[in-house]
């Protein structure tokens, strides 16, 4: 039996209060799924310049961050990318992202999501980075 159900006295267990108990249940589940973060860390608000390459060389162009952590960017671009590219990024990570000093990185990221954007640039771009290496400084 289910546990909402043992609550209830035995004389009012009808079909409708049956039903009224189990929607219950999934209007308060649904709401716990709709609040529940799926990233696993946070993301940092951050405004850095990024170049940006598809990894099958039809696309070369620049944009700048809006947020990101180790696991995700989002970026805004003038350039129209499609959700599914591969992407190569390069930018220089926060000492927050790297426990110091700032880094220059090349991450590899898939587009999950693009979305049109009316006041950073044309368009929105949330991805997911599936690879970073340093980049080594360059003195000079």
Not at 21 to 44: C, D, F, P
Not at 54 to 80: C, E, M, P, V
Not at 103 to 110: G, I, L, N, P, T
Request: include cysteine; hydrophobic fraction near 40%.
């Amino acid at each position: 039996m289910l546990p909402f159900v043992d609550s209830l006295p035995a004389r009012q267990l009808s079909l409708q209060s049956l039903l009224t108990a189990a929607q219950n249940v999934l209007i308060s589940l649904s709401l716990m799924e709709i609040n529940t973060e799926r990233r696993s860390t946070q993301r940092i608000a951050v405004r850095i310049p990024v170049a940006i390459h598809s990894q099958d060389g039809s696309l070369q162009t620049s944009g700048h961050t809006r947020d990101l952590n180790a696991g995700g960017i989002f970026l805004y671009t003038q350039s129209k990318i499609t959700a599914g590219s591969n992407l190569e990024m390069v930018l220089i990570l926060p000492p927050e992202l790297t426990q110091g000093d700032k880094r220059w990185v090349c991450c590899q990221a898939s587009v999950v999501r693009v979305e049109t954007s009316q006041n950073e640039g044309n368009f929105g771009v949330a991805a997911q980075i599936t690879g970073m290496q340093l980049l080594p400084e360059i003195t000079g």
